[in-house]
């Protein structure tokens, strides 16, 4: 009677956690990013309608399990689902903006010392929780304190790791002292993990000052928020109620969207989108964010610590076709860094590295390898990277390459092949500014350099760039440290993956963010019903 | 008084099955890699995080010690906090347990009247062209995996026809009427899967006892086709009947997992694959309780309900 069980199981994807790598990696991923974000024809319309308050909005959305919390400092949290939800009861001392610029959220202004080391934000006024006590800076230490120290288990303790001490300077005043300074650090503190909560709670359980009251959370399931009276946000929050249903099954969160029965849904599946555009009622959020799919070589051990080995796998990719074959074009081709183009610092000016047969060859040859090199690939990276390694597979033969694919099961698969094994795929999120991203995955002495590559220029430049506080200057750093790490690092990267949300027609406004799906997961707050 | 004997010994053997159950998922559970401080925390993993956590969800202490703990507090009523959420794992377990019968119940409803009545009909009519029909229907519907006959039922009904919801989430908030109407899909899908089983082995069991000396009997008496089967037939084919619909209303409890995901439906199934994934054994164990207790009942009743259909069961030589 258990047929058809286990193909069943695996064919919904059920047997990892659904967004697993999204969810263990959100962690230090301020998971935003800048810029430009890529809409389709018409969007720019919403922009000019007038904001209708009332309605109910209902969505389906992908990667919620019942394993879920509130709590923000407890370990694991960050699932698209938690994330969303977070950002519907909670506000964070700095919002990311739609264009991807940190503004003023609970912090209403900042002030910045020399070498960036002390920041002083400005608390904002007369802005109160859901139990009705007023919002001050004793909850804006607590709330970032309780992501520090030694006996923390949030996610968020790495990416606290530098700051020195948080004090509070008066009611509505609050010093942050960076070690070694950080002109991103605004950045950091927009990070869904550092909510504001009431100080003296010991549990969390949704009291925030946002812009919905929580009404019922039942984790993996169901969510149900009803707007906040006493939002102190202008212009945001229109709708009266808001509802999130769990549907981690693709096939069955498309045919609620299309059945009418939700409003909106999260990460459309690239090849049915097409057919999805076609059908009346419906539009398709594409927004370019900073997440990519990335092949990794371990540089530090045979047989990648040889630059040429790098090299030729690097001119032996056709990222074009990955991209198309893979995504179905939504999404931008990469070029062996992990700075998108809607980041700051992009350096437009690096030249696209493209497949170059010849050079590949050239480069595999001087590199004296032989053998087939065991290239390991699991759906826990991404659903189609079973697909990518193929694909690499037959481009790299054309060079004379022999890969061989290695299937890994999902279990384990983070614990024991990323960072360890020499060749396999994995992905990043993507993180708001370049020194977040090189500083996480490619400084030689950071915790997750997947790679295990060290350059000791791209590291020396890194720590001169934080502090750097002019901007042309700093502009030239990174472009340096992109053009070294595309030359020599141990990562591929074929390409950035767009983020993509089905939408009933009844939901409006600018709905596109670099940083997040569903509107940087502040959907609740931004849309309004028509 | 045999039955008392048989529901006693029965008893004392359903316990230690599960007990021998909680120590299997145990040490399943143990032997997988990392633990739950580990799971749970995954990439964001700093040791200071992860030793903190194992810290404050006793993963530190002795298996064995954590083990025997955990029966001790289960013995008593307390099914102790979700080592991944944090909440008591009693109301969670009385939502879930609710939907995964109410669903199973629903289904059962409908699949075991007409798996007998379509059993028997083929009996009656066995060798005839309705009797093919049957038969190739039904197996038709039990060969298709359960998330293929979920989508098929989901576009025509949900999405062409727009009869019934795509979700089939319940929630406290809704009468009755809405809640059987959302589980529809759900229930006919499990229908499909369990009814060729006990149809099939109705009719086998009929069709076995029809070559009995003592049916020649009854239709030279003169009885008709139909009293032969209902009354002298049947009834003696209740045990075999009666284990195969115990099994299949166990599936309908504890097998049920993809069903649940197809329809996004609450249930038992999905809560215990998010548990084992995150580790949390708490949750792993008492789901794994209850399903073994479900095999355990059902069969038990089987059983009962076979010698109570059954004189000379009561009396074994």
Same mark, same amino acid.
């Given at each position: ?80 689902? @938690? ?11 700095? @919002?990311?903006?739609? !264009? ?6 609970? +912090? ?22 859901? !139990? ?28 606290? *790791? @530098? ?112 057919? $999805? ?63 998108? *183009? ?16 010849? *050079? ?19 759906? +826990? ?34 614990? !024991? ?55 042309? *200057? ?44 569903? +509107? ?8 309004? $019903?028509? | ?16 099955? #599960? ?12 032997? #997988? ?56 794992? &009693? ?11 109410? #669903? ?51 576009? =025509?009904? &949900? ?70 089967? /209902? ?12 284990? /195969? =619909? ?53 069969? #038990? ?17």
């Amino acid at each position: 009677m258990t047929s058809g069980f286990g193909k069943g199981f695996e064919g919904l994807g059920l047997t990892g956690d659904i967004g697993r790598r999204q969810l263990l990696k959100a962690g230090a991923a301020v998971g935003l990013g800048i810029g430009a974000s890529a809409l389709l024809p018409g969007a720019s319309a919403f922009a000019a309608e007038v904001p209708k308050k009332g309605g109910r909005l209902k969505l389906g959305l992908a990667g919620g399990q019942t394993t879920n919390t509130l709590d923000q400092a407890r370990g694991g949290f960050g699932s698209p689902v @938690e994330r969303t939800i977070n950002y519907t009861l909670y506000n964070t001392l700095v @919002e990311i903006a739609p !264009n991807g610029q940190a503004v003023p959220e609970i +912090a209403e202004s900042w002030d910045i010392g020399p070498g960036a080391k002390s920041w002083v934000f400005n608390i904002r006024k007369g802005v109160t929780f859901h !139990n009705g006590k007023e919002m001050t800076a004793d909850d804006v230490v607590h709330s970032l304190r309780r992501h520090m120290g030694a006996d923390t288990k949030s996610g968020a303790a790495g990416l606290l *790791k @530098e700051i020195e001490s948080i004090e509070k300077v008066d009611k509505h005043q609050v010093r942050v002292q960076h070690a070694t300074g950080n002109a991103d650090l605004h950045y950091i503190l927009s990070d869904y993990h550092l909510a504001i909560v009431p100080a003296e709670t010991t549990t969390v359980d949704g009291v925030g000052t946002g812009g919905y009251v929580l009404q019922t959370y039942e984790p993996g399931v169901r969510f149900v928020a009803k707007r906040n009276p006493n939002y102190w946000k202008e212009g945001r929050a229109h709708v009266d109620e808001v509802e999130f249903v769990v549907v981690n099954d693709d096939a069955a969160r498309l045919s609620a969207l299309q059945s009418g029965e939700v409003h909106g849904i999260n990460r459309l599946d690239p090849k049915t989108v097409a057919l $999805l555009g076609r059908a009346p009622g419906l539009r398709i959020i594409n927004s370019a964010g900073t997440a990519y799919y990335v092949i990794n070589m371990r540089a530090d051990r045979a047989p990648f610590d040889n630059k040429d080995l790098r090299l030729a796998l690097k001119y032996a990719i056709n990222r074009e076709q990955m991209l198309d074959r893979l995504l179905r074009g939504y999404g931008t081709v990469g070029n062996d860094h992990p700075i998108a *183009k809607s980041m700051p610092f992009f350096d437009a000016k690096l030249p696209q590295r493209t497949q170059d047969l010849d *050079k590949a060859k050239f480069h595999f040859k001087k590199s004296g390898h032989s053998g087939a090199l065991d290239l390991r690939t699991s759906t +826990a990276a991404f659903s189609s990277a079973i697909d990518m390694a193929v694909l690499l597979k037959m481009q790299a033969a054309e060079a004379g390459i022999d890969i061989n694919v290695v299937r890994e099961p999902q279990d384990g698969y983070w614990e !024991n092949v990323w960072r360890s094994k020499e060749f396999m795929i994995s992905y990043w999120t993507g993180r708001a500014v370049p020194d977040q991203i090189f500083t996480t995955a490619y400084y030689s002495k950071a915790a997750w350099n997947d790679t295990h590559w060290r350059n000791d220029s791209f590291d020396s430049l890194l720590l001169a760039a934080r502090t750097e506080l002019d901007n042309a *200057k700093r502009a030239g750093m990174y472009a340096e440290m992109q053009a070294i790490m595309q030359d020599d690092s141990g990562a591929i990267v074929p390409m950035f993956n767009n983020f993509l949300d089905g939408m009933r027609d009844a939901v409006k406004g600018d709905l596109t963010a670099s940083n997040m799906e569903l +509107a940087g997961c502040r959907i609740a707050e931004r849309c309004w $019903l028509a | 008084m045999v039955l008392t004997r048989l529901i006693a010994k029965r008893l004392f053997g359903a316990l230690v099955t #599960l007990w021998f159950v909680t120590v299997l998922i145990f040490l399943a559970v143990e032997c #997988l890699p990392g633990d739950a401080a580990e799971a749970l925390l995954g990439k964001d993993a700093t040791p200071v995080a992860v030793e903190n956590l194992r810290a404050e969800l006793h993963l530190n202490d002795p298996p064995v010690e954590r083990y025997v703990g955990w029966l001790g507090r289960v013995a008593v009523g307390d099914l102790g906090k979700s080592l991944t959420t944090n909440r008591p794992i &009693a109301p969670m377990l009385a939502t879930r347990l609710s939907n995964t019968l109410f #669903l199973a119940a629903t289904a059962a409803a409908i699949a075991v009247p007409l798996a007998i009545i379509l059993g028997l009909v083929s009996a009656l009519y066995r060798g005839t062209r309705l009797d093919r029909v049957i038969s190739v229907l039904s197996l038709a519907s039990i060969s298709f995996p359960e998330f293929f006959v979920g989508y098929i039922l989901l576009v =025509v009904f &949900a999405l062409n026809l727009g009869w019934f919801p795509v979700l089939s989430g319940i929630n406290p908030d809704m009468g009755l009427g809405e809640q059987l109407h959302r589980i529809v899909l759900p229930a006919l899908t499990l229908v499909c899967l369990v009814l060729a089983y006990m149809m099939r082995m109705t009719r086998a069991a009929v069709i076995n006892v029809l070559s009995n000396p003592y049916i020649e009997m009854a239709e030279l008496k003169g009885c008709s086709r139909r009293e032969i089967i /209902v009354r002298h037939a049947f009834v003696n084919a209740v045990g075999p009947v009666a284990n /195969v =619909v115990a099994l299949s209303l166990a599936y309908l409890v504890v097998g049920v997992v993809v069903v649940e995901v197809v329809f996004t439906y609450p249930g038992l199934g999905q809560w215990m694959v998010d548990s084992v994934s995150k580790q949390d054994i708490l949750v792993v164990q008492i789901c794994g309780l209850i399903f073994g207790a479900t095999y355990i009942g059902l069969n #038990l009743t089987a059983d009962i309900v076979a010698v109570l259909f059954n004189p000379k069961l009561r009396h074994p030589r």
